[in-house]
């Protein structure tokens, strides 16, 4: 079992900055891939990124390619989202997964976190 906890959402304005933070508690961190998704109102869960065991490939949805970060610490089970110039059309509820098998952008990871409101104004 893993447990996944996001923190560093928030409300910002178009053109500003933030890093999301996922910390795992329970089974081996550093076996898992990494992934982020993201869900706005009314419309489908989404991937984001995702990020290899050892962190040497990642991964991105066009949407968000050249301006998002991902980046994990395994000495601290930590996996994070470095967002720049963020978008009106970023705003959503952003989650953290954990994935054993797969790198891609399945919809269906092993473990779910609850997410973090991420809100960008215009």
């Known amino acids: 079992q893993v447990q996944l906890k996001e923190s560093g959402g928030g409300l910002v304005q178009a053109g500003d900055t933030l890093r999301l933070s996922c910390v795992a508690s329970g089974r081996t961190f550093s076996m898992y891939y990494m992934k982020w998704f993201r869900q706005a109102p009314g419309k489908e869960r989404e991937f984001v990124s995702s990020?290899?065991?050892?962190?040497?490939?990642?991964l991105y949805a066009d949407s968000v390619k050249g301006r998002f970060t991902i980046s994990r610490d395994n000495a601290k089970n930590t996996v994070y989202l470095q967002m720049n110039n963020l978008k009106p059309e970023d705003t959503a509820v952003y989650y953290c997964?954990?994935?054993?098998?797969?790198?891609?952008?399945?919809?269906?990871?092993?473990?779910w976190g609850q997410g973090t409101q991420v809100t960008v104004s215009s």
């Open positions: 990020i290899t065991w050892s962190g040497s490939s990642t």
């Open positions: 997964a954990a994935d054993y098998r797969r790198f891609g952008a399945n919809l269906t990871p092993d473990y």
